[in-house]
């Protein structure tokens, strides 16, 4: 007998909330998003003064920040200029709030 695997699908939403929820899943992340959020313009300084890691460890965390699209970045040698990516830090915004909003309608009573 041969066995079929199901496939589930994931709407549009679901996988960019994915993507998003996987890029804060490290604390390193999230201080640089927070650091990011706290400039009143774009950030071309050295991380690796405010953080202190290696510079390879900041940039891999830099890369995952940017695949997930919520920040942006610039390179104008011999720095590079970050961002908050304003408009996708808004929809993942949204479909959070969204998500949890939706969240509290369960009824159940398993506390």
Known sequence: ???TLSVVEYS???EVMAAVAK???HPVRLKILKLLASQT???TGE???LIPMAQSTISQHLK???EAGLIRGEINP???KYCINKENWL?????FARFFISSKKCHCDCG
Do not use: D, H, N, Y
């Open 1 to 3: 007998m041969r066995r």
């Open 12 to 14: 549009g939403e679901e």
């Open 23 to 25: 890029a804060l899943s």
């Open 41 to 43: 313009c774009c950030f």
């Open 47 to 49: 991380l690796t003064e």
């Open 64 to 66: 995952a920040l940017l």
């Open 78 to 80: 011999p720095k590079v």
């Open 91 to 95: 929809k993942a915004s949204t479909l």
